[in-house]
């Protein structure tokens, strides 16, 4: 399994629920949202240009728009590794936290 920061998995997690709408201020807006913390678009880039990288995601750019001054809205999407690393994780983080309730009662 591919070693990935806590950053990088929510970023992931947060193209997922984003879709057609995970560009870089979107992502940061979701993930402020989300862990009710303000989330600086530069430590949204550097993840997100790792997790190219290594192949988990991938990018298009939109259409332009006036908005923009012209310019176009880099859009992310998990690949198919990417999603085979976030059932991963899910399978591992699901049996760790099985009992934990019950762990943390005794």
Known sequence: MRN?????????????H????????AIADHLS???KKKVSLTSVHLPLSRLEKKGLID????????????????VYQITRPG???LDETKRISDL????YIN????
């Open 59 to 74: 990018s298009e750019y939109g259409e332009s728009t006036a908005v923009r001054g012209g310019r176009r809205k880099k």
């Open 33 to 35: 949202k989300v862990t």
């Open 83 to 85: 999603f085979e690393f």
């Open 96 to 99: 760790l936290w099985k009992d």
């Open 103 to 106: 762990l943390i009662a005794k």
């Open 18 to 25: 984003l879709k057609n709408k995970a560009y870089l201020v």
């Open 4 to 16: 990935l920061t806590r950053k990088e998995e929510l970023i992931m997690l947060s193209i997922l």
